[in-house]
T-cell receptor, first 110, second 114 residues
Framework: KNEVEQSPQNLTAQEGEFITINCSYS?????LHWLQQHPGGGIVSLFM???GKKKHGRLIATINIQEKHSSLHITASHPRDSAVYIC????????????FGKGTKLTVNP | NAGVTQTPKFRILKIGQSMTLQCAQD?????MYWYRQDPGMGLKLIYY???????DKGEVPNGYNVSRSTTEYFPLRLELAAPSQTSVYFC?????????????FGSGTRLTVV
């Protein structure tokens, strides 16, 4: 079993819909990252969380440390949000290692 | 501000050939990383560096070498290329450590070994 599991693997939505992508992990962490990988392959760091909630524009990320679960929400989705969204966790203990999920491929249709 | 620059973007190697993937950052980040991304899999850490002159192995270092003679450059060397090294390679950097800051990624190098 992977240490970081994302769901769903693939998600198709209509423009304007509210999107939720989930990330569960089974190890102790010091931080969790959400990344966006564009269709061309480039990767952008969206959020780094160690507790609570962060918001940037139409993107909201939450984390529940006790339940070892994080969600990424996109409000009023747009075709330009189509990308692969990747969850990664930073292990406890000062390690430089990030453990990555396999990603959720989001397609938003006009 | 160029961020993290990787070259080349694409490369085809024959089995047994060698090559160096270049990575440069102009943000004065002290931490730099090399990851590989295989189809349908999460990124895996190959090597990382916490500053000039200091490098350390990640999860999948076999078949690779790195050096960090300056803050700006962190090249990845493949010796004796094998088909298993066919992948997309990403260089990334961060300031201090990812415990405090997020990453900046390069645009990737797609490598095929035939």
């Amino acid at each position: 079993k992977n240490e970081v599991e994302q769901s769903p693997q693939n998600l198709t939505a209509q423009e304007g819909e509210f999107i939720t992508i989930n990330c569960s992990y089974s190890v102790g962490i010091s931080a969790l990252h959400w990344l966006q990988q564009h269709p061309g392959g480039g990767i952008v760091s969206l959020f780094m969380l160690s507790s609570g909630k962060k918001k940037h524009g139409r993107l909201i990320a939450t984390i529940n440390i006790q339940e070892k679960h994080s969600s990424l929400h996109i409000t009023a989705s747009h075709p330009r949000d189509s990308a692969v969204y990747i969850c990664a966790v930073r292990l406890q203990g000062g390690s430089e290692k990030l453990v990555f999920g396999k990603g959720t491929k989001l397609t938003v249709n006009p | 501000n160029a961020g993290v620059t990787q070259t080349p973007k694409f490369r085809i190697l024959k089995i047994g050939q060698s090559m160096t993937l270049q990575c440069a950052q102009d943000m004065n980040h002290n931490y730099m990383y090399w990851y590989r991304q295989d189809p349908g899999m999460g990124l895996k850490l190959i090597y990382y560096s916490v500053g000039a002159g200091i490098t350390d192995k990640g999860e999948v270092p076999n078949g690779y070498n790195v050096s960090r003679s300056t803050t700006e450059y962190f090249p990845l060397r493949l010796e004796l290329a094998a088909p298993s090294q066919t992948s997309v390679y990403f260089c990334a950097s961060s300031y201090l450590s990812v415990r405090n800051y997020g990453y900046t990624f390069g645009s990737g190098t797609r490598l095929t070994v035939v």
